[in-house]
C-alpha cells in the first residue's frame, strides 16, 4: 500500500504488524514513512527514533528522520542524522545529494558543491537532478522555494 501511495491503508498494515513484532526497526522505520507521508512530521520523527533505538545501526531510519528534519527546517539536526548515514553508507548518491541541499541552505555553498559533485559521481544516472540542483547553487532562497514543488516528485531520488 505505501508503494501505491495509499498511505492511511500503509498506516493500518503496519501498525498491526508493529503490534504483533514490536522489535522490528524495519516496521518502525516504514510506519514512519507513513506519517510522514501522512503530514504526520512530529509522529514520524518519534516512530524513527524508535528504530534508530532498537538498531542503531540502521542507516533507512536515519535518512528518512533527516528528511523529515529536513521539511521541519532543522537543518543542522538532519545534516548530524546524514553524517551518522554517510558514515555507514559513505558511497550513497542519495546521501550525499541530500547534504548537499541541506548545506546549501546552512550558506555552506561549497560544502554543498563537493557532495553534489559526489552524488554524482556516485550515481550519474541521476545527472539531470544533480546538476539541476549545482544550477540552483547561486539562485537566492527566495527562487529556490517557487521551484521546490517541482522537486517534491524527484525526492524520492
Keep these: 500500500y505505501f508503494r501505491q501511495e495509499k498511505y492511511e491503508l500503509a498506516e493500518y498494515h503496519f ?10 526497526s524495519v516496521l518502525h522505520t516504514y510506519l ?17 527514533a524508535r528504530a534508530s533505538a532498537i538498531q542503531p545501526d540502521n542507516p533507512q531510519a536515519r535518512f528518512q528522520r533527516a528528511n523529515v528534519l529536513m521539511k521541519l527546517d532543522r537543518y543542522q539536526e ?45 550515481d550519474p544516472k541521476d545527472g ?15 527562487a529556490e522555494e517557487e521551484e521546490e514543488g517541482e522537486e517534491e516528485a524527484e525526492e524520492n531520488f
Excluded: W, Y
Design 15 to 24: 501498525s498491526r504488524a508493529l503490534s504483533i513484532n514490536t522489535a522490528s
Design 32 to 48: 514512519g514513512m507513513v506519517f510522514h507521508a501522512n503530514g504526520k512530521s512530529l509522529q514520524a520523527l518519534n516512530m524513527l
Design 78 to 122: 538532519a545534516q548530524e542524522e546524514l553524517e551518522r548515514v554517510r558514515d555507514h553508507a559513505p558511497r550513497e548518491a542519495s546521501v550525499h545529494f541530500l547534504l548537499g541541499k541541506i548545506c546549501k541552505r546552512l550558506g555552506k555553498r561549497e560544502k554543498a558543491l563537493r557532495h553534489f559533485l559526489l552524488a554524482l559521481d556516485f
Design 128 to 142: 539531470n537532478l544533480v546538476k539541476a540542483a549545482i544550477d540552483q547553487l547561486e539562485l537566492p532562497e527566495e
